[in-house]
């Protein structure tokens, strides 16, 4: 991470918030993450971590840039934060904090945001333990909400006309595209940005890098995968979390009625609820909390600590 003269080739632009237990090897990873660069540099903006999580940062990675967000602003707000105060000349890399990179992920997806159309480029996901995440994804559709419903959604994975998710191990090649990805790590190349924008706050967490994917095919760029740009990222705290259940749900809704009009917007939360209500019979504490949600037409608040 040399510094150059103006700004470097490539941000780095992180959110946390408590995320202490998970920030150290994130930073450590950094360094041989972003070899081949000629120049780089790394934003943290942290949302009003009350753990540790900003003292840490700062001792383990002074070479970077660690930023007071003054409150939890949500995932899409943290990064504008960051995007504002510092953006590269060849691309942004978006990350959550609890992402650990292999040496060189960042130049290959350099590399691959840059090539022709593509301007949005995404790593290889795995679990701690070297297995492969599907994380690619269909655009979000009123037949997919309903085939995910009456199947579930690894069933309605099989038939891409009824599942968002992409579960084809063989479709996970180099090259692969897609309409969005899930936003654990995220390269948005210079000429994507000045053409798409920042990204929207409107959401807090889920459905922001949906909306950004999207919003940037709409602009003629495609997505697109890169195999050797490998990224450990445990997630599943959402299957498991009511709140981040219940915001991912309404979140759905919000970015479907964003895209398209009254009527169709109405039937896709009207599948969302009936999907919810369903599993919420069955005793699930998120379903039973997303819901809630729904039915009140908001997402919730962040807990208070």
Request: hydrophobic share 45%.
């Amino acid at each position: 991470m040399r510094e150059a003269a103006g700004d470097p080739d490539v941000v780095v632009v992180a959110v946390t918030h408590d995320s202490s237990a998970v920030v150290e090897p994130f930073l450590r990873a950094l360094p041989a993450a972003l070899d081949g660069l000629s120049s780089a540099h790394v934003v943290v903006v942290d949302n009003a971590s009350s753990d540790g999580t900003v003292k840490t940062a700062r001792c383990l990675a002074p070479w970077a840039t660690v930023l007071d967000a003054g409150g939890n602003l949500g995932y899409g707000a943290g990064l504008n934060v960051g995007l504002r105060h510092a953006l590269g000349r060849r691309g942004v890399l978006v990350l959550n904090p609890d992402v650990v990179l292999e040496p060189g992920s960042v130049r290959r997806l350099l590399d691959a945001a840059e090539t022709e159309d593509v301007g949005i480029a995404v790593p290889r996901i795995v679990d701690t333990s070297g297995r492969l995440k599907f994380s690619l994804r269909r655009e979000p559709t009123l037949l997919r909400a309903v085939g995910e419903a009456l199947l579930g959604g690894h069933r309605a994975a099989k038939y891409p006309l009824l599942g968002d998710m992409i579960r084809d191990p063989e479709y996970y090649v180099d090259g692969a595209t897609a309409d969005w990805a899930t936003g654990a790590a995220m390269f948005i190349s210079t000429a994507a940005l000045d053409s798409v924008g920042l990204l929207s706050e409107e959401f807090f967490l889920y459905s922001e890098e949906t909306d950004y994917a999207l919003r940037a095919r709409d602009a003629g760029y495609r997505l697109r995968y890169v195999e050797r740009a490998v990224a450990t990222h445990p997630g599943g705290a959402m299957e498991t979390s009511p709140w981040l259940w219940s915001i991912l749900a309404v979140n759905r809704t919000k970015l479907y009625r964003k895209r398209h009009g009254p009527v169709s917007s109405a039937a896709y939360w009207a599948v969302v609820v009936l999907n919810e209500a369903v599993r919420a019979a069955l005793g699930r504490p998120t379903n039973r909390a997303a819901l809630r949600a729904l039915l009140r037409g908001r997402a919730p608040v962040p807990p208070r600590r």
